[in-house]
């Protein structure tokens, strides 16, 4: 079973930045897609950035391209989120997610129904 833990969330002022760290363990990182979604309270979870196994290649949600980068260290079984410039709007729960199959496939970065395993999330406030 893997299992999925983040770190580094807490409460900064518009403009600051925060890395997030997910660290994981079972099954085989180096072949997982790793993604970040987020809650803001009374929304729907969305997708935040994900990044794929075979050619690390990132995706972002628009609302975040350019402020937030995701990346990977197969070594440490760990991805990060690196936020910079960040808004009152970004304020949320920050859950780490994995695809743990092993199985490449295009264009479903997006959508937490293919991943099939969530940490418990870590919580970013940004004040104005």
């Known amino acids: 079973q893997v299992q999925l833990v983040e770190s580094g969330g807490g409460l900064v002022q518009a403009g600051d930045s925060l890395q997030l760290t997910c660290t994981t363990s079972g099954g085989t990182f180096s072949q997982f897609r790793m993604g970040w979604f987020r809650q803001a309270p009374g929304k729907e979870r969305e997708f935040v950035a994900a990044?794929?196994?075979?050619?690390?290649?990132?995706y972002y949600a628009a609302s975040i391209k350019g402020r937030f980068t995701i990346s990977r260290d197969n070594a440490k079984n760990t991805v990060y989120l690196q936020m910079t410039s960040l808004k009152p709007e970004d304020t949320a729960v920050y859950y780490c997610a994995a695809d743990t199959t092993g199985v490449y496939v295009p264009n479903i970065e997006r959508r937490d129904s293919e991943y099939d395993s969530w940490g418990q999330g870590t919580q970013v406030t940004v004040s104005s």
């Open positions: 990044i794929n196994w075979h050619d690390n290649s990132p």
